[in-house]
């Protein structure tokens, strides 16, 4: 993976509320003037995305959240990512913590056609029964954001195991089809299909991105369905999305070779000359809607005009995901 420009982005999650979820003109210009003047402050970094580990852990909110961790001088990624949830979990962003204790030891392991299987010592089940599927969660999406690995399985002290603590069989392997920080809507578990959406954590310090995986009608829309939600906002107030909810799709989503077009309404932008767009909003839409096999990039216009924002964006493409938040 080459080099790819990312924007380290310091944005009180204080300075978004202001923006999205005031009522009055008057609140609403004056937040959209802060974000304004909080991102003047940012910087374009170059960052090399093979110099990290994308790494999924329990957040102080309850949630699990994405985040990026600097490799050091180890040669071994697996055997360093399951370090970060044990021996050196210090190395995880504060409001961060491990869902396994230092003592879990990871034995060996092996991959095979994708699959990797995890030997570890009876430590690894030291978690309380309520707590696996974030265990669970966290791992499975860590280790498959590892180039060839798409299948996480267990073993403890060398035997295969069928389920660890709870009833959660684990004995084929999971993968990121198992979704994360599921909302799960009890009248619409028949004919179901799975999307993931992204937003952000409310903690007034550094924004981390939450996964939230929800189950639909099979006979919705998907690709519709994630952009219409990221602009309503999630359902949860744990996490906040970056979409002013005036913002409309002035035309039906159009995908070819790849590439998705979109275009909106003008109250994408945030400033009072209509000229700047979110960053923390683009990441949001990129990450969501490049989970969709189809899609390899998004193209943005405004009012039909795509040259009005081409500084900040012609197309955003998939090597942005991950992005890094600092």
Do not use: W
């Amino acid at each position: 993976m080459g080099k790819n420009m990312l924007k380290r982005l310091t944005l009180p999650v204080l300075a978004m509320l202001l923006i999205y979820y005031v009522t009055t003109d008057e609140a609403t210009e004056a937040g959209k003037s802060l974000i304004k003047t909080i991102e003047d402050q940012n910087v374009q970094v170059e960052v090399n995305l093979d110099d990290y580990y994308t790494i999924y852990a329990p957040h102080e909110s309850g949630n699990v959240v994405g985040t990026m961790i600097e490799k050091g001088e180890e040669s071994d990624d697996v055997q360093a990512v399951y370090d970060i949830f044990t021996t050196k979990m210090n190395k995880l962003p504060q409001g961060v913590t491990s869902p396994l204790t230092p003592a879990a030891e990871l034995i060996d392991y092996s991959i095979d056609q994708n699959v990797l299987t995890l030997n570890v010592t009876s430590d690894f089940l030291n978690y309380d029964l309520k707590d696996e599927r974030k265990v669970l969660e966290s791992l499975v999406y860590s280790f498959t954001s590892l180039p060839g690995i798409e299948v996480l399985k267990f073993k403890i002290d060398g035997l295969p195991v069928t389920n660890l603590n709870g009833t959660l069989s684990v004995e084929r392997g999971l993968s990121k089809e198992m979704g994360i920080n599921l909302e799960l809507d009890s009248k619409t578990l028949d004919n179901t299909q799975v999307v993931t959406l992204f937003f952000l954590t409310d903690d007034h310090k550094d924004a981390l991105l939450v996964p939230v995986t929800r189950l639909i009608p099979s006979t919705e829309n998907a690709v519709q369905y994630v952009i219409q939600e990221l602009i309503n906002g999630p359902e949860d107030d744990k996490y906040i999305s970056v979409f002013d909810n005036k913002v409309n799709l002035l035309t039906d989503p159009m995908i070819d070779n790849g590439v998705i077009s979109l275009n909106f309404s003008n109250d994408l932008f945030y400033d009072n000359e209509k000229t700047v767009v979110s960053s923390l909003m683009l990441k949001q839409l990129v990450l969501t809607l490049t989970q969709f096999e189809e899609i390899k990039s998004v193209s943005i216009a405004v009012d039909g005009d795509e040259k009005v924002i081409e500084d900040q964006l012609k197309t955003v493409s998939q090597q942005l995901n991950p992005v890094i938040y600092k």
